[in-house]
């Protein structure tokens, strides 16, 4: 089983910054892929942003390309998703997740298997 622990959400003026983490336990990711999607009030669960474990290639939702920037400590087995410029429309809960497998895909939440408890991320403007 793989434990996922999603912190360091909060509330931001606009043009800020946050660095989330999510530390992982439980499995080895070497073939896998970590991910974060965010959900504000009355919508879809939307992808964020991607890397895979073993060669650290990332991938961005173009509503974040620019701004946000994954990444991954493979010693410390923890993703973490650099905030930055952030704006009001960001404003969302963050979920971290992982997959133990090699896939093609990585924007949909069907493409995970595990997920963090999520953070909450609010930019006033």
């Known amino acids: 089983q793989v434990q996922l622990v999603d912190s360091g959400g909060g509330l931001v003026q606009a043009g800020g910054s946050l660095r989330l983490s999510c530390a992982a336990s439980?499995?080895?990711?070497?073939?896998?892929?970590m991910g974060w999607f965010r959900q504000a009030p009355g919508k879809d669960n939307d992808f964020v942003a991607a890397i895979t474990w073993s060669s650290a290639s990332t991938y961005y939702a173009d509503s974040v390309k620019g701004r946000f920037i994954i990444s991954r400590d493979k010693a410390k087995n923890t993703m973490y998703l650099q905030m930055n410029s952030l704006k009001p429309e960001d404003t969302a809960v963050y979920s971290c997740?992982?997959?133990?497998?090699?896939?093609?895909?990585?924007?949909?939440?069907?493409?995970?298997?595990?997920w963090g408890q999520g953070t909450q991320v609010t930019v006033s403007s």
């Open positions: 439980g499995s080895s990711f070497s073939t896998g892929a």
């Open positions: 997740a992982a997959r133990t497998y090699s896939r093609s895909s990585y924007v949909y939440p069907s493409d995970y298997t595990y």
